[in-house]
Structures are given as C-alpha cells and as structure tokens.
C-alpha cells in the first residue's frame, strides 16, 4: 500500500461521514493524480508498495514521460504541497500513455531497469 505522510494527509479524527482523510486541496490533487496514473498503469497505483511506486516513476522518466510532471507526481508521497498536473497533460504521447500500461511495463522493466 503506497505511504502516504499523515501531516500532510490528515486523518480525521472524528470519521463522521465526511471521509477518514480531512479534505484539503493536497487531498483533492492526491486524489486526481491517482485518476491519472491509474489511467496510465491500467491498475490502481495506491496498492504499490513506495519501492514499487519509485520504479515505476523511473520506468516513466525512462520512456520519456516529462520530468516536470514526474515531480508533480512525486510530491504525491513527499512532505511537500501536490501541484496540480493539468497543463502537464498535454506532454502524454500516445506512445507514452501506451508504454505506461502495467502490461508494457511488466514485459519492459526488467530490460530496462
């Protein structure tokens, strides 16, 4: 289960229906970088393990993904503000989003790592 910072993430204590994570704006940007990087891997992200997580940031940067955008995706897991990744989307080939498929990875990896 990918680890997230729980300053950064706070739980909520009281867990009254609002959700158990107290909403903020780095809960909302977690939470549309997780769409699109579900998207890209064809699985859900937030199961990798943070080890996993960084390969398979690496395996991106390695297939050409934008380095910018890498880091945006990167802060999701670090102690620092999310950025919104919006008018990084654009920088996403088709090439690109097809080599970021689990499938493509899983055969590809152990080339390339």
């Known amino acids: 289960m990918l680890a997230v910072d729980e300053n950064k993430y706070k739980p909520n204590p009281e867990n009254n229906g609002t959700g158990h994570i107290v909403p903020s704006e780095d809960t909302d940007l977690y939470c549309y970088i997780m769409i ?3 998207y890209l891997y064809g699985d ?8 996993e997580f960084y390969e398979y940031m ?3 940067s390695k297939i050409g993904v934008h380095k910018e955008l890498l880091n945006v995706f990167e ?4 102690n620092c503000h999310n950025d919104n990744p919006g008018y990084l989307l ?3 080939s088709e090439e ?3 080599r970021s498929h689990i499938k493509v990875y899983e055969k590809a990896k152990s080339r390339l790592m």
């Open 96 to 98: 690109t989003i097809y």
């Open 75 to 78: 802060k999701i897991v670090s």
């Open 36 to 38: 699109i990087l579900n």
């Open 44 to 51: 859900r992200v937030n199961n990798m393990s943070i080890e």
């Open 58 to 60: 690496t395996y991106l």
């Open 90 to 92: 654009d920088s996403l």
